[in-house]
């Protein structure tokens, strides 16, 4: 059983645009929701996090929205470059016990 | 500060063989887990490991096994290797073990069984 969802699985999104990956949990003990980048060939890497007592949380670029009520949060990447063409994947923790979803494929079209 | 380090990179074994994965955490930290990521997937927790001591174990057979030592670095093994085994196997580490904290990612070892 899959314990977070993530959508959608591609994404192409012009250079200077906005992309938006959404993931959804159920389980209501999680506490910890970071998003990783990965690139081919390499293990992923810290982006962003966030805890649920947190509705929004912005570093450069990068946001992430939480919405507690609804089990979901999002990651929204400002003005992507084609550098941000990576592996995106959202993750939830609880007790340090992580679950990934299954990852989006994000294309930045120079 | 060096990251995660794992070793070794790559490595090609064939069915039925064992393998020993090896992973270094970052200085100060003392939690270690395991994933396994199979081409086009997200990672899947294997095994958490704190104060060397095993705090979770994820949906893998007893194939799988792992340990952590004095020096907080941990070996992951697997025996009676299968065709499906082949896949990026990563290391993360922590600072806690037991509240949900960053958790830093090593470059993982790709295993291919054949």
């Known amino acids: 059983q899959q314990q977070v969802k993530q959508s959608p699985q591609s994404l192409i999104v012009q250079k200077g645009g906005i992309s938006i990956i959404n993931c959804a949990y159920e389980n209501t003990a999680f506490d910890y929701f970071p998003w990783y980048q990965q690139f081919p060939g390499k293990g992923p890497a810290l982006l962003i996090a966030i805890r649920p007592d947190v509705s929004e949380k912005k570093e450069g670029r990068f946001t992430i929205s939480f919405n507690k009520s609804a089990k979901q949060f999002s990651l929204h990447i400002m003005d992507s470059q084609p550098g941000d063409s990576a592996t995106y994947f959202c993750?939830?923790?609880?007790?340090?016990?992580?679950?990934f979803g299954t990852g989006t494929s994000l294309t930045v079209i120079p | 500060d060096a990251g995660v380090t794992q070793s070794p990179t790559h490595l090609i074994k064939t069915r039925g063989q064992h393998v020993t994965l090896r992973c270094s955490p970052i200085s100060g930290h003392k939690s270690v887990s395991w994933y396994q990521q199979v081409l086009g997937q997200g990672p899947q927790f294997i095994f958490q490991y704190y104060e060397k001591e095993e705090r979770g174990r994820g949906n893998f057979p007893d194939r799988f096994s792992a340990r952590q030592f004095p020096n907080y670095s941990s070996e992951l093994n697997v025996n009676a290797l299968l065709l499906g085994d082949s896949a990026l196997y990563l290391c993360a580490s922590s600072f806690s073990g037991t509240d949900s904290h960053e958790q830093y990612f090593g470059p993982g070892t790709r295993l291919t069984v054949t």
């Open positions: 993750a939830a923790s609880t007790g340090n016990q992580f679950y």
